[in-house]
């Protein structure tokens, strides 16, 4: 498998950039991710370590902002009021984490006018999940059970990043991920008790959407170029391997209360394991989604910076606003 421009892996040691730093400044970073505590962002840090973090944090601020399109496309086609008051939430909620994320990556010293610049001119990574369509109500729930779900599976662990302003962000994001998962479930335990039709949508949705959201973990460990040096440094806790087994492990059981089956034949339970056996993900589809050619990529991309550009007068406003409520101030304290 390859993923687009595969990275070398970074030696993996607390700190890699050698001659960087003052011996004490190097000693008292590696002692505090030895003791498993916090970074902050007026320490000092490796240029890589800071690196790493701008690039996973703005990787996943990306995510929850495009993340919010196929979702946002059903908010006018909810079927009841109290199915459209939920979905807003939910898609308001992915924008305060894009910008709890994005305000964490700040505090690292790259702005998020530049990380949005590099989210509309392509050159940024965001989850490859939310390159595939949602072309059903279904879909909501799909999304909600299987891929928030994956999501909190992924970022508990993170609100033990050894970087403060991370971790922290995470614990209010996981909190809201919980209830993001529960309605997807509930959407899809409703239709699971409807129409014949009903029924079938809910299992196309889930059909769609399972084998993506195992790969939203990342490649296999073998191909994660990253993960030894992550782990290293207390950002990563658990393996992309780990992590999607112990995704699969639990959901499996609430597959049997919604009465919903996986499209994986292998999928079975290894009593010599302790885990569930579960297929090869197709990672050639992985890569040519990363590689910009899933789906939904270009229209992803296309909707993201129409959005920008029609918000152009609503940051000219603000940024004039700012600039009269300054100026006032001014000529008050000179009066
Ligand atoms: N999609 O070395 P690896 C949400 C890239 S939003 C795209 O294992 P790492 C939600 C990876 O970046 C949830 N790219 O990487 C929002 C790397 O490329 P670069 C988003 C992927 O970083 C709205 C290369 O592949 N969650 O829940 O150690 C509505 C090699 O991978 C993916 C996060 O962002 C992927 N799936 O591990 C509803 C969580 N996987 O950068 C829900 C935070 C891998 O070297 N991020 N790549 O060019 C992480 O935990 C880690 O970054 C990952 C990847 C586990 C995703």
Same mark, same amino acid.
């Given at each position: 498998? $390859?993923?687009?421009?595969?990275?070398?892996?970074?030696?993996?040691?607390?700190?890699?950039?050698?001659?960087?730093? $003052?011996?004490?400044?190097?000693?008292?970073?590696?002692?505090?991710?030895? /003791?498993?505590?916090?970074?902050?962002?007026? /320490?000092?840090?490796?240029?890589?370590?800071?690196? *790493?973090?701008?690039?996973?944090?703005?990787?996943?601020?990306?995510?929850?902002?495009?993340?919010?399109?196929?979702?946002?496309?059903?908010? $006018?086609?909810?079927?009841?009021?109290?199915?459209?008051?939920?979905? +807003?939430?939910?898609?308001?909620?992915?924008?305060?984490?894009?910008?709890?994320?994005?305000?964490?990556? !700040?505090?690292? %010293?790259?702005?998020?006018?530049?990380? =949005?610049?590099?989210?509309?001119?392509?050159?940024?990574?965001?989850?490859?999940?939310?390159?595939?369509?949602?072309? *059903?109500?279904?879909? +909501?729930?799909?999304?909600?059970?299987? @891929? /928030? %779900?994956?999501?909190?599976?992924?970022?508990?662990?993170?609100?033990?990043?050894?970087?403060?302003?991370?971790?922290?962000? #995470?614990?209010?994001?996981?909190?809201?991920?919980?209830?993001?998962?529960?309605?997807?479930?509930?959407?899809?335990?409703?239709?699971?008790?409807? *129409?014949?039709?009903?029924?079938? #949508?809910?299992?196309?949705?889930?059909?769609?959407?399972? &084998?993506?959201?195992? +790969?939203?973990? %990342?490649?296999?460990?073998?191909?994660? *170029? =990253?993960?030894?040096?992550? #782990?290293?440094?207390?950002?990563?806790?658990?393996? =992309?391997?780990?992590?999607?087994?112990?995704?699969?492990? +639990?959901?499996?059981?609430?597959?049997?209360?919604?009465?919903?089956?996986?499209?994986?034949?292998?999928?079975?339970?290894?009593?010599?394991?302790?885990?569930?056996?579960?297929?090869?993900?197709?990672?050639?589809?992985?890569? !040519?989604?990363?590689?910009?050619?899933?789906?939904? =990529?270009?229209?992803?991309?296309?909707?993201?910076?129409?959005?920008?550009?029609?918000?152009?007068? @609503?940051?000219? &406003?603000?940024?004039?606003?700012?600039?009269?409520?300054? &100026?006032?101030?001014?000529?008050?304290?000179? &009066?």
């Amino acid at each position: 498998m $390859t993923v687009s421009e595969p990275r070398t892996p970074h030696a993996v040691s607390a700190v890699t950039d050698a001659g960087e730093g $003052t011996d004490e400044e190097r000693a008292l970073f590696e002692s505090v991710i030895a /003791d498993d505590k916090r970074i902050e962002p007026r /320490d000092w840090m490796p240029s890589a370590y800071r690196r *790493t973090l701008v690039r996973q944090m703005s990787q996943h601020a990306h995510s929850e902002i495009i993340g919010m399109q196929p979702e946002a496309n059903w908010i $006018t086609r909810a079927p009841s009021l109290k199915r459209k008051a939920i979905l +807003m939430a939910k898609v308001q909620d992915e924008a305060g984490h894009g910008l709890y994320l994005y305000s964490a990556t !700040e505090t690292l %010293g790259t702005g998020r006018d530049v990380l =949005n610049d590099q989210l509309i001119q392509g050159k940024a990574r965001y989850s490859s999940i939310f390159n595939y369509p949602a072309p *059903t109500w279904a879909d +909501m729930g799909a999304i909600g059970w299987l @891929v /928030d %779900g994956a999501a909190i599976v992924n970022q508990v662990p993170l609100c033990r990043a050894s970087f403060g302003p991370y971790a922290r962000a #995470m614990v209010r994001i996981c909190k809201e991920e919980s209830f993001h998962q529960r309605q997807g479930f509930e959407i899809l335990l409703e239709l699971m008790q409807g *129409t014949l039709a009903q029924q079938e #949508m809910a299992q196309d949705a889930v059909n769609r959407w399972f &084998a993506p959201s195992l +790969m939203m973990f %990342g490649p296999p460990d073998a191909e994660s *170029t =990253n993960s030894a040096q992550s #782990m290293a440094w207390n950002i990563k806790r658990f393996s =992309n391997d780990e992590l999607r087994q112990r995704f699969v492990d +639990m959901l499996v059981p609430q597959a049997e209360v919604l009465g919903i089956t996986f499209p994986d034949p292998e999928l079975a339970w290894n009593e010599e394991r302790g885990h569930y056996d579960f297929g090869e993900l197709d990672w050639d589809e992985f890569a !040519e989604v990363l590689a910009g050619r899933g789906p939904c =990529n270009a229209q992803r991309l296309q909707r993201r910076r129409d959005a920008h550009n029609d918000g152009a007068w @609503v940051r000219e &406003a603000a940024a004039a606003y700012a600039r009269k409520t300054a &100026a006032r101030a001014v000529e008050g304290a000179a &009066a």
